[in-house]
Protein backbone atom coordinates (compact mmCIF):
# COMPACT_ATOMS: atom_id res chain seq x y z
CA UNK A 1 0.00 0.00 0.00
CA UNK A 2 1.14 3.10 -0.83
CA UNK A 3 1.54 5.39 2.70
CA UNK A 4 2.16 8.57 1.52
CA UNK A 5 0.19 9.08 -1.26
CA UNK A 6 -2.86 8.18 1.57
CA UNK A 7 -1.40 10.72 3.96
CA UNK A 8 -1.32 13.17 1.05
CA UNK A 9 -5.01 12.74 0.40
CA UNK A 10 -5.95 12.68 4.08
CA UNK A 11 -3.94 15.70 4.18
CA UNK A 12 -5.42 17.41 1.12
CA UNK A 13 -8.88 16.43 2.34
CA UNK A 14 -8.93 18.62 5.89
CA UNK A 15 -8.54 21.55 4.17
CA UNK A 16 -11.71 21.07 2.05
CA UNK A 17 -13.29 20.28 4.97
CA UNK A 18 -12.29 23.03 6.96
CA UNK A 19 -12.96 25.87 4.63
CA UNK A 20 -15.92 25.07 3.32
CA UNK A 21 -19.56 24.18 3.92
CA UNK A 22 -19.29 20.40 2.72
CA UNK A 23 -16.32 18.36 1.43
CA UNK A 24 -15.24 18.86 -2.63
CA UNK A 25 -16.85 22.67 -2.94
CA UNK A 26 -13.23 24.37 -3.18
CA UNK A 27 -12.13 23.72 -6.49
CA UNK A 28 -8.72 26.24 -5.87
CA UNK A 29 -7.56 25.44 -2.76
CA UNK A 30 -4.56 25.38 -1.81
CA UNK A 31 -1.89 22.09 -1.96
CA UNK A 32 0.12 22.88 1.28
CA UNK A 33 0.03 25.15 3.95
CA UNK A 34 3.64 24.66 5.18
CA UNK A 35 3.80 28.59 4.13
CA UNK A 36 0.28 29.48 5.80
CA UNK A 37 0.61 32.84 8.52
CA UNK A 38 -0.25 31.90 11.95
CA UNK A 39 -3.68 31.27 12.41
CA UNK A 40 -4.71 34.55 14.12
CA UNK A 41 -7.45 36.50 13.79
CA UNK A 42 -7.13 40.08 12.60
CA UNK A 43 -8.69 42.37 15.07
CA UNK A 44 -11.62 43.84 13.81
CA UNK A 45 -11.58 46.88 15.55
CA UNK A 46 -8.68 47.73 13.29
CA UNK A 47 -10.63 47.48 10.29
CA UNK A 48 -13.72 49.12 11.30
CA UNK A 49 -11.26 52.30 12.53
CA UNK A 50 -10.11 52.38 8.77
CA UNK A 51 -13.63 51.95 7.39
CA UNK A 52 -15.04 55.51 7.21
CA UNK A 53 -18.84 55.41 7.31
CA UNK A 54 -20.20 55.92 3.64
CA UNK A 55 -22.86 58.45 2.78
CA UNK A 56 -26.03 55.56 1.57
CA UNK A 57 -26.57 57.70 -1.05
CA UNK A 58 -22.84 57.93 -2.32
CA UNK A 59 -21.41 55.51 -5.13
CA UNK A 60 -18.82 53.64 -2.88
CA UNK A 61 -16.69 50.44 -3.34
CA UNK A 62 -17.35 47.29 -0.81
CA UNK A 63 -14.60 44.95 -0.60
CA UNK A 64 -15.99 41.66 1.47
CA UNK A 65 -14.07 39.02 3.32
CA UNK A 66 -16.29 35.89 3.48
CA UNK A 67 -15.41 33.26 5.40
CA UNK A 68 -17.68 30.04 6.73
CA UNK A 69 -17.83 28.84 10.58
CA UNK A 70 -14.59 27.02 10.04
CA UNK A 71 -11.82 28.54 9.24
CA UNK A 72 -8.06 27.13 8.68
CA UNK A 73 -5.25 29.35 8.91
CA UNK A 74 -4.79 29.60 4.76
CA UNK A 75 -8.00 31.26 4.99
CA UNK A 76 -7.18 33.27 8.04
CA UNK A 77 -4.22 34.60 6.43
CA UNK A 78 -5.44 35.35 3.10
CA UNK A 79 -8.31 37.72 5.34
CA UNK A 80 -5.27 39.46 7.00
CA UNK A 81 -3.29 40.16 4.19
CA UNK A 82 -6.01 41.44 1.99
CA UNK A 83 -7.48 43.65 4.77
CA UNK A 84 -3.44 44.81 5.37
CA UNK A 85 -3.27 45.73 2.03
CA UNK A 86 -6.60 47.52 1.97
CA UNK A 87 -5.54 49.66 4.92
CA UNK A 88 -2.39 50.59 3.51
CA UNK A 89 -3.05 51.16 0.15
CA UNK A 90 -6.41 52.60 0.16
CA UNK A 91 -6.24 54.92 3.65
CA UNK A 92 -8.01 58.25 1.65
CA UNK A 93 -10.61 56.23 0.11
CA UNK A 94 -11.31 54.78 3.07
CA UNK A 95 -11.30 57.80 5.14
CA UNK A 96 -13.31 59.40 2.58
CA UNK A 97 -16.10 56.82 2.40
CA UNK A 98 -15.41 55.89 -1.35
CA UNK A 99 -14.62 52.39 -0.20
CA UNK A 100 -15.47 49.90 2.99
CA UNK A 101 -14.06 46.90 4.35
CA UNK A 102 -16.40 44.29 5.49
CA UNK A 103 -14.99 40.61 6.83
CA UNK A 104 -18.44 38.80 7.01
CA UNK A 105 -19.19 34.85 7.84
CA UNK A 106 -21.80 33.84 4.94
CA UNK A 107 -22.76 30.74 7.02
CA UNK A 108 -24.37 33.06 9.63
CA UNK A 109 -28.52 33.02 9.31
CA UNK A 110 -28.68 37.45 8.97
CA UNK A 111 -25.62 36.62 6.07
CA UNK A 112 -27.80 33.93 3.93
CA UNK A 113 -28.97 36.65 1.10
CA UNK A 114 -25.19 37.01 0.15
CA UNK A 115 -24.71 33.34 -0.93
CA UNK A 116 -27.07 33.63 -3.49
CA UNK A 117 -26.56 37.08 -4.31
CA UNK A 118 -22.15 36.63 -4.47
CA UNK A 119 -22.28 33.02 -5.48
CA UNK A 120 -20.29 32.06 -2.61
CA UNK A 121 -19.36 28.65 -1.41
CA UNK A 122 -16.34 29.15 -0.20
CA UNK A 123 -14.13 31.90 1.54
CA UNK A 124 -13.73 34.52 -1.22
CA UNK A 125 -12.86 38.49 -1.58
CA UNK A 126 -15.91 40.08 -3.31
CA UNK A 127 -15.53 43.48 -4.71
CA UNK A 128 -18.64 45.40 -5.36
CA UNK A 129 -19.51 48.96 -6.51
CA UNK A 130 -22.62 50.28 -4.33
CA UNK A 131 -24.87 52.86 -5.36
CA UNK A 132 -27.37 53.68 -2.38
CA UNK A 133 -28.16 50.03 -1.09
CA UNK A 134 -27.92 48.49 -4.21
CA UNK A 135 -25.24 46.45 -5.73
CA UNK A 136 -24.68 47.73 -9.26
CA UNK A 137 -21.46 45.37 -10.36
CA UNK A 138 -19.50 42.76 -8.39
CA UNK A 139 -16.53 40.89 -9.02
CA UNK A 140 -15.91 37.50 -7.24
CA UNK A 141 -12.80 36.89 -6.85
CA UNK A 142 -11.93 33.70 -6.43
CA UNK A 143 -8.72 33.63 -7.93
CA UNK A 144 -7.28 34.44 -4.19
CA UNK A 145 -6.42 30.99 -3.85
CA UNK A 146 -3.93 30.65 -6.89
CA UNK A 147 -1.94 33.35 -4.66
CA UNK A 148 -3.18 31.83 -1.11
CA UNK A 149 0.72 30.88 0.16
CA UNK A 150 2.08 33.97 -1.37
CA UNK A 151 1.51 37.30 0.47
CA UNK A 152 3.05 39.74 -2.13
CA UNK A 153 1.10 37.71 -5.17
CA UNK A 154 -2.45 38.41 -3.12
CA UNK A 155 -1.90 41.75 -1.99
CA UNK A 156 -1.43 42.53 -5.45
CA UNK A 157 -4.51 40.78 -6.77
CA UNK A 158 -6.65 42.05 -3.78
CA UNK A 159 -4.98 45.64 -4.66
CA UNK A 160 -5.41 45.36 -8.92
CA UNK A 161 -9.17 44.11 -8.46
CA UNK A 162 -9.88 46.83 -5.46
CA UNK A 163 -8.60 49.57 -7.70
CA UNK A 164 -10.37 48.64 -10.76
CA UNK A 165 -13.92 49.01 -8.88
CA UNK A 166 -12.70 52.54 -7.63
CA UNK A 167 -11.86 53.90 -10.71
CA UNK A 168 -15.42 52.92 -12.08
CA UNK A 169 -16.28 55.67 -9.35
CA UNK A 170 -14.07 58.37 -11.16
CA UNK A 171 -11.40 60.57 -9.04
CA UNK A 172 -9.05 57.71 -8.19
Not at 31 to 46: G, R
Not at 70 to 98: P, V
Request: hydrophobic fraction near 40%.
Amino acid sequence: MRIPSLVALVATASLFVGCTKSAGTESQAPKSEAAAPQATEPKASEVKAATAQADPAQDRVVAYYFHGNRRCRTCIGMQETISKTIQEKFAAELAAGRLSFQEINYEAPEHEHFVKQFDLSFSTLVVARVRGEQTVKFANCGDIWNHALDQTALAGYAEKNVREYLQMLGGS
